[in-house]
């Protein structure tokens, strides 16, 4: 396997995960959304794609805070990691 088709299917499973976040987060089930925010900073950042893994971050963040303040900021930083992932196919 040559680097640029272990780069797309990072990027597919990067993208497969926020697919199942969207899912998990419209069932309410933080405890999974954390899970799977953590997931992809992780695969983010075994490729050095920081600016990924920074969104994944900010998102498990506002999910751990959501327990205080329900929902605040969590659907803009979903929309928000979800366009920066359409982008990286742009770039294959």
């Given amino acids: 396997m040559d680097n640029r088709e272990a ?3 990072l990027y597919a499973e ?8 969207g899912g998990v987060l419209l069932d309410h089930d933080a405890d999974e959304a954390r899970f799977r925010a953590a997931l992809i900073a992780g695969l983010a950042r075994s490729r050095d794609l920081s600016g990924i893994a920074l969104l994944a971050d900010d998102l498990e963040q506002r999910l751990i805070q959501r327990r205080d303040r329900p929902g605040v900021g969590v659907g803009a930083s979903y929309d928000r990691l979800s366009r920066a992932l359409d ?6």
Avoid: G, P, W, Y
Avoid at 15 to 20: F, K, S, V
């Fill in 7 to 9: 780069t797309i299917l």
């Fill in 14 to 21: 990067m993208i497969a995960e926020a697919q199942a976040l």
């Fill in 87 to 92: 982008r990286l196919l742009d770039d294959v």
